[in-house]
């Protein structure tokens, strides 16, 4: 009953308050708990900011250290979570994977969901270091590598490096430029409000609805190739190009044409109608992280001139469609060697705090309701029920 405001996409509909995230699309600006993401980007690893979204404030050494030894602790996942690995077929995709492994971490880890905020520290860091675990132990499985143990001396992104890369023929050797690179690209991919996995954990967990389910319903949210499958849509676009002689132009003709779904990947945002500051300094990081690896990737360039030339389209102009974050994050990612089809692994990887402070911050709501849109009845009016006999 009553009148309804249909808001098709949620375009203009907020959905709560909120204090972790602050988002400018006009001008481009991102904040997490009111430090500057470029700030954060440059000299902070993933374990500051992951602390930062959950808890507020940046942590003092001691934090750190706590907090740090909380991942350490939690690094392994059950033996028998393992033997699913068996259970997939080949190829599997592997956000497939990971949701159903986040959704069974309740099996194994129940004891904390009944009171979550008293134990949301400890659930942070299990789900934080094992999702790192289970995303490198299914690239080891991928590849029919032994599995290689998380450690207890390396930081949190060189832990993954290694359980990913350690084999007795290694890619390279881990260095910092690599794990500074990985800090980076997980720290941007942090929170940005509320996004569709965002929502997604949010809407799931109003139903009071434990942490990892939440979560891994965003994941799934998330493998959309609107939303996070994009970086992993972008690097087979930018392929697709340089396989068929380089030609980008007619992508970007193609992308132009009403008679055409097709769209650049990588461009547009719902709420960015300028630059997002996300893209600017993934963009940078591309060209710091390919020299310091004297790597020189023919991608990198059409994608700079695909960039240069839609940024000077008129098509392009009218809808304010720029870089997003996920135009230049695969070309890093391909860099230090992580394979296409984890590209969306890795965002969850990096949204994983943002979703465990928003799904903290709505239990904790005085004013937390259950999610429950309505809709405008467009079907049939009442009509007389026919018994299946009278049918016809
Ligand atoms: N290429 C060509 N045209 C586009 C594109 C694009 N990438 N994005 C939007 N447009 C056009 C669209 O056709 C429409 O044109 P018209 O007004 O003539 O019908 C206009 O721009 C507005 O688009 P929209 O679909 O109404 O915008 P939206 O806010 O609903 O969608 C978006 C936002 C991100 C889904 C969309 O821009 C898109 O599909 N981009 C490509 C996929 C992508 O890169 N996704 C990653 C987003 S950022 C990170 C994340 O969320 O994970």
């Not at 709560?16 to 700030?39: A, K």
């Not at 939440?214 to 493998?223: D, E, F, R, T, Y």
């Not at 461009?267 to 109608?273: A, E, Q, S």
């Not at 994983?352 to 467009?378: F, N, T």
């Amino acid at each position: 009953s009553g009148y309804i405001t249909l808001d098709s996409g949620f375009m203009n509909t907020g959905s709560c308050c909120s204090s972790i995230t602050f988002l400018d699309g006009e001008e481009g600006i991102l904040s997490y708990r009111g430090y500057g993401i470029e700030d954060l980007a440059e000299n902070c690893t993933f374990v500051e900011v992951a602390y930062l979204l959950d808890h507020g404030n940046l942590p003092t050494r001691e934090e750190l250290s706590k907090f740090s030894q909380m991942l350490g602790k939690y690094a392994m996942v059950h033996e028998d979570m393992i033997r699913f690995f068996d259970g997939y077929p080949p190829n599997s995709p592997p956000m497939a994977i990971l949701s159903s492994m986040v959704n069974s971490l309740c099996s194994f880890y129940p004891e904390m969901l009944d009171n979550p905020l008293e134990n949301i520290d400890k659930m942070a860091a299990r789900l934080l270091s094992k999702v790192r675990t289970i995303a490198a132990f299914s690239y080891k499985k991928s590849m029919g590598q032994p599995l290689v143990y998380p450690r207890h001396d390396l930081s949190y992104c060189a832990n993954f490096l290694n359980m990913m890369f350690d084999s007795p023929v290694k890619p390279y050797e881990i260095n910092d430029t690599v794990v500074k690179a990985l800090n980076k690209l997980l720290i941007l991919h942090g929170d940005h409000e509320q996004n569709c996995s965002t929502a997604t954990v949010r809407v799931a967990g109003s139903a009071r609805v434990n942490l990892y389910a939440s979560i891994s319903a965003g994941i799934n949210a998330l493998w959309g190739p609107l939303h996070g499958g994009a970086n992993q849509a972008v690097m087979e676009m930018l392929t697709q190009i340089h396989e068929e002689g380089g030609n980008y132009k007619q992508f970007i003709a193609k992308a132009k044409d009403p008679a055409d779904p097709f769209r650049l990947v990588g461009f547009g945002h719902r709420v960015y109608k300028t630059h997002d500051p996300r893209a600017r300094i993934i963009k940078k990081a591309c060209d710091d992280v390919l020299t310091a690896l004297n790597i020189s990737d023919p991608l990198l360039d059409i994608a700079k001139e695909l960039e240069e030339v839609a940024l000077k389209d008129e098509y392009f102009i009218a809808r304010n469609l720029y870089p997003n974050v996920d135009f230049y994050s695969g070309i890093i990612y391909r860099a230090i060697g992580i394979p296409t089809n984890m590209f969306t692994v890795m965002f969850a990887l990096g949204r994983l705090p943002g979703w465990i402070a928003h799904w903290k911050e709505m239990w904790d709501d005085p004013d937390w309701r259950i999610s429950r849109p309505r809709q405008v009845y467009v079907g049939p009016k009442r009509r007389p029920f026919v018994p299946l006999a009278e049918r016809t």
